[in-house]
């Protein structure tokens, strides 16, 4: 019992030291962009009535930096492309573009990304999803500091907005996962491939180094741009930097346990969900946040849990996540992992995923 709980209290510490570290290093973006800068704002879209108008007029609000917006209606069944096209009538920055087919070996959003690209003017592409609403200064920040530090890419984790038991036992996780986990924390000094990051849901990007480094069709049959851009950009020498997002920006990721599940498990298998990966995650997970509960009352289980809850608190304080959250994070750490090996059992049986009516045999992490 003695050494079990060394190593549950060492497989704390390994995040909570991470962790610290990152947050510490961990910076909003500052600045503002050149004058000759114009930043295309790039919104695929399917199905989004419920929060295009939000993120369009968001968009479009823009300060300190010139900026045109785009909106890719990707085979919409609801009031999408009216929506837009009733905003673009007061506002000529505002395109609404029709997505072409999907071509076989490509995602939908991969696509709608590609055909956003080409149709973009700026010297900087902001691509967001249809849920994310941008604060004022974002397009501006975020290409200021493309430009000072001579990035490829600059991307942040927005703030969570949080509505649900569900999302809570879900989406925080994210966060969790990027701070405890990654050493460096996707910051622009950790140059190997393996340690990029990014979040798809905002991701700026430097036209010339967009383009040196292939785009979205670099990518074409990824589920996980977030992951796989940032490190296609390393790959071919192109910086890359996650910043601090919770004040850059706001979106509501997923709207209850079932929508959450589905989101999380079609993005598993380029993540932690392989055959040799998912078992090391499931050490360290379980074994630094679940494995301490059943060590108690020993006081080395007490400290780790502490790490592990004092990391959780610290993380949802900078990502201005909802505290009501911290207390359920054991919980979170069960339906993370459940979440996992649902998709590595699915995948093994040759399962599509699907998301928004398209299913698709999703790559493996690299």
Not at 123 to 134: G, M, P, S, W
Not at 245 to 273: P, S, V
Not at 340 to 347: G, I, P, S, Y
Request: glycine share 10%; aromatic share 6%; net charge positive.
């Amino acid at each position: 019992m003695a050494d079990a709980a060394w190593i549950a209290l060492g497989l704390a510490a390994l995040p909570a030291a991470i962790g610290l570290v990152n947050l510490l290093l961990l910076r909003a973006p500052r600045g503002g962009g050149s004058p000759d800068t114009v930043v295309s704002i790039l919104v695929p879209a399917r199905d989004e009535a419920a929060s295009i108008a939000t993120c369009v007029e968001a968009a479009l609000a823009q300060q300190g930096v010139a900026i045109e917006v785009i909106v890719m209606d990707d085979a919409s069944t609801d009031g999408t492309p009216a929506i837009v096209t009733a905003i673009a009538t007061r506002d000529d920055r505002l395109r609404l573009l029709t997505a072409p087919a999907l071509p076989l070996g490509w995602s939908g959003k991969m696509h709608a990304c590609a055909r956003l690209a080409e149709a973009a003017r700026g010297t900087h592409l902001l691509f967001i999803d249809a849920d994310v609403t941008l604060a004022q200064g974002t397009a501006a920040a975020l290409s200021g500091h493309a430009q000072a530090h001579r990035l490829g890419l600059v991307s942040g984790v927005p703030r969570q907005r949080i509505g649900t038991l569900g999302e809570g036992l879900t989406v925080p996780i994210i966060s969790l996962l990027m701070v405890g986990y990654l050493p460096g924390g996707g910051r622009a000094f950790t140059r190997f491939r393996s340690l990029a990051a990014g979040c798809g849901q905002m991701m700026l990007v430097e036209r010339r180094a967009y383009d040196a480094a292939g785009g979205h069709a670099a990518i074409r049959a990824t589920l996980h741009d977030g992951l796989m851009l940032p490190r296609r950009f390393r790959a071919t020498g192109h910086r890359t930097e996650l910043v601090a997002g919770a004040g850059l920006a706001t979106c509501r990721m997923y709207r209850g346990i079932a929508e959450a599940w589905r989101g999380f498990l079609k993005n598993a298998r380029e993540g932690m969900a392989t055959p040799f990966g998912l078992p090391v995650w499931t050490m360290l997970l379980a074994g630094g946040h679940l494995w301490p509960f059943l060590l108690l009352p020993d006081a080395r289980a007490i400290a780790a849990l502490a790490l592990i809850f004092g990391l959780r608190l610290a993380v949802t304080l900078r990502a201005r996540e909802p505290l009501w959250t911290v207390p359920l994070h054991p919980f979170a750490v069960v339906v993370a992992l459940g979440i996992q090996w649902t998709a590595l059992v699915r995948a093994l049986l040759g399962r599509h995923e699907g998301w928004k009516g398209r299913a698709y045999a999703a790559p493996e992490a690299p």
